[in-house]
T-cell receptor, first 115, second 114 residues
């Protein structure tokens, strides 16, 4: 079965700092990859996804992620964070053919942006 | 356009009791999945329903069961509750065919087992 590791459980940054959240998965075959975000008081929502093609994926609100197959990684990046990016970020994976079905999530990274 | 709605939002049960949680999918969606999110953890996949049948199941015991109705709404039932079942239960919906890969989540039902 596949698993997902998120290296940083808590990250505190100042506004305008650059962000990179790590995500590694364990599965030897082809996977679909996702980043979900949960803003305070809101429900989980999709930030971006990778199924195939260009390994650099752009999502909403200026976020992007790069799929590096050799490193089994799908790190999330943003060049300049804003206070409104304070949220919980979850990396997730599932197997092709199932679309978003049966996602395996990491434990999440709690990001706090200080004004 | 209503998103995914879940009820109840909070509930408290005692060990050994049974609980039923309900979910209405986003308009136009026909596939419902349930996840359990313990405190400080990511969501864990319980099972998925499509066309009123359980299509996929995660690593959860048979105490966890579900149902999908003709209007695509769904129920999650948990029997013989244990303290460890205390968690936030999330419902997510999507359109089965074609599947865009984007799950729409509800705000969850927080279950406390005493």
């Amino acid at each position: 079965a596949q698993s997902v590791s998120q290296h940083n459980h808590h990250v505190i940054l100042s506004e305008a700092a650059s962000l990179e959240l790590g995500c590694n998965y364990s599965y030897g075959g082809t996977v679909n990859l996702f980043w979900y975000v949960q803003y305070p008081g809101q429900h989980l929502q999709l930030l971006l996804k990778y199924f195939s093609g260009d390994p650099l994926v752009k999502g909403i609100k200026g976020f992007e992620a790069e799929f590096i197959k050799s490193k089994f990684s799908f790190n999330l990046r943003k060049p300049s964070v804003q206070w409104s990016d304070t949220a919980e970020y979850f990396c997730a994976v599932n197997l092709p053919g199932g679309g978003a079905d049966g996602l395996t999530f990491g434990k999440g990274t709690h990001l706090i942006i200080q004004p | 356009d209503a998103g995914v709605t879940q009820s109840p939002t909070h509930l408290i049960k005692t060990r050994g009791q049974q609980v039923t949680l309900r979910c209405s999918p986003k308009s136009g969606h026909d596939t419902v999945s349930w996840y359990q999110q313990a405190l400080g953890q990511g969501p864990q996949f319980i099972f998925q329903y499509y066309e009123e049948e359980e299509r996929q199941r995660g690593n959860f015991p048979d105490r966890f069961s579900g149902h999908q109705f003709p209007n695509y709404s769904s129920e999650l039932n948990v029997n013989a509750l244990l303290l460890g079942d205390s968690a936030l239960y999330l419902c997510a919906s999507t359109r089965g065919r074609p599947n865009t890969g984007e799950l729409f989540f509800g705000e969850g039902s927080r279950l406390t087992v005493l």
